[in-house]
């Protein structure tokens, strides 16, 4: 089965090129501009000819539109540069991405401690609760459902929520840095009061586009 993670980074890279060969060529010229131009068409032309699995139609379709109604500030190169950068950080030769275990975990929360967040993952999560906080950046996990999420290999192998209130750009960079991508379900509403809620998946393979850390980290 062909894996979101895998072909968007296909995708991406695909569109780069397509754009840098064109370029080379004198087919499309160096500018935002003509950039737009040629990534719109690009983008119209692949989806007409099914040139990549289904799983990533939904995302060309909306670049389409964005492409369609916002034109050159749909900024489609930055955003497939930046998503290529943020993918090839990640995944190795073999097109894998990052074996989630609890040591790669305890590490991030460290990571977060040092930037003073308060972490709290000792508590089960089962219903919608209050975390008090005293005014610090916070991230509660599940304890059972990170158990759960667990194997006995000692690898993530099940989704695992992530509940945060506080910097939440800081948080994506931390968490990229220790090689975990996050995916945003909410920014505000979760079972923690006041907190959002991402998630991370098992090497990384979230079925939507993740959210982006600052670029040049």
């Known amino acids: 089965m062909t894996i979101f993670f895998n072909e968007i980074y296909n995708v991406v890279s695909s569109g780069l090129t397509a754009l840098q060969e ?16 040629f990534l719109s068409a690009w983008v119209t032309k692949v989806l007409k ?5 289904r ?3 939904k995302t060309l379709q909306e670049w389409q539109q964005q492409s369609r109604t916002m034109g050159k500030n749909a900024q489609l190169k930055l955003h497939f540069s930046r998503l290529a950068d943020t993918y090839a950080q990640v995944t190795n030769e073999q097109g894998q991405s990052t074996v989630i275990t609890p040591a790669v975990m305890t590490t991030f929360y460290a990571a977060l401690e040092q930037q003073d967040w308060l972490v709290t ?19 509660v996990v599940c ?13 993530l192998v099940k989704p695992l929520s992530l509940y945060v209130r ?14 975990i991508l996050l995916y945003k379900i909410t920014d505000y509403k979760s079972k923690v009061k006041f907190h959002g809620e991402y998630v991370i998946y098992p090497h990384n393979a979230g079925g939507h586009l993740p959210e982006l850390p600052t670029a040049m980290l």
């Open 143 to 155: 304890c059972a459902q990170y158990a759960e999420a667990m194997s006995d290999d000692g690898e």
């Open 166 to 179: 506080g910097n939440a750009q800081q948080f994506i960079d931390i968490a990229y840095q220790h090689g």
């Open 22 to 37: 064109a370029q080379a060529t004198g087919k499309a010229q160096k500018n935002p501009v003509s950039e737009s131009i």
């Open 121 to 139: 993952n000792e508590y089960e999560v089962n219903r919608k609760v209050s975390h008090h906080t005293d005014g610090k950046a916070s991230l």
């Open 55 to 57: 799983c990533v139609v």
């Open 49 to 53: 000819q099914h040139s990549f699995d």
